[in-house]
Nanobody
Framework: QVQLVESGGGLVQAGASLRLSCAAS????????MGWFRQAPGKEREFVSA????????NYADSVKGRFTIFRDNAKNTVYLQMNSLKPDDTAVYYC?????????????????WGQGTQVTVSS
């Protein structure tokens, strides 16, 4: 069982930056594709970004392209989401997820393991 623990959320003003971290318990972390998803109140959970095992392939939702960057440090079993130019629409609980497949999938059903989430609130 892979355990994922997110951190780095908080309350910020529009235009600010935050960096989310997700630490994995699994020693084979480097073999997993990692993803970030978010869920705003009353909305479906949606894809934000994903990165393959090596970090050489990434995928982003159109709504965050150019503002968010996903990267990973396999030596630390950690994946990050750097979020710049935050907007009130980015307010949500952000979840880290892991999957054994190689594709940087945007589908929630493709991911096998999930963290508990971290709240990001962006005020206008």
């Amino acid at each position: 069982q892979v355990q994922l623990v997110e951190s780095g959320g908080g309350l910020v003003q529009a235009g600010a930056s935050l960096r989310l971290s997700c630490a994995a318990s699994e020693r084979s972390f480097s073999s997993f594709t990692m993803g970030w998803f978010r869920q705003a109140p009353g909305k479906e959970r949606e894809f934000v970004s994903a990165i393959n095992w090596s970090g050489g392939l990434t995928n982003y939702a159109d709504s965050v392209k150019g503002r968010f960057t996903i990267f990973r440090d396999n030596a630390k079993n950690t994946v990050y989401l750097q979020m710049n130019s935050l907007k009130p629409d980015d307010t949500a609980v952000y979840y880290c997820a892991a999957r054994r497949g190689a594709d940087v999938s945007y589908a929630t059903y493709a991911y096998d393991y999930w963290g508990q989430g971290t709240q990001v609130t962006v005020s206008s």
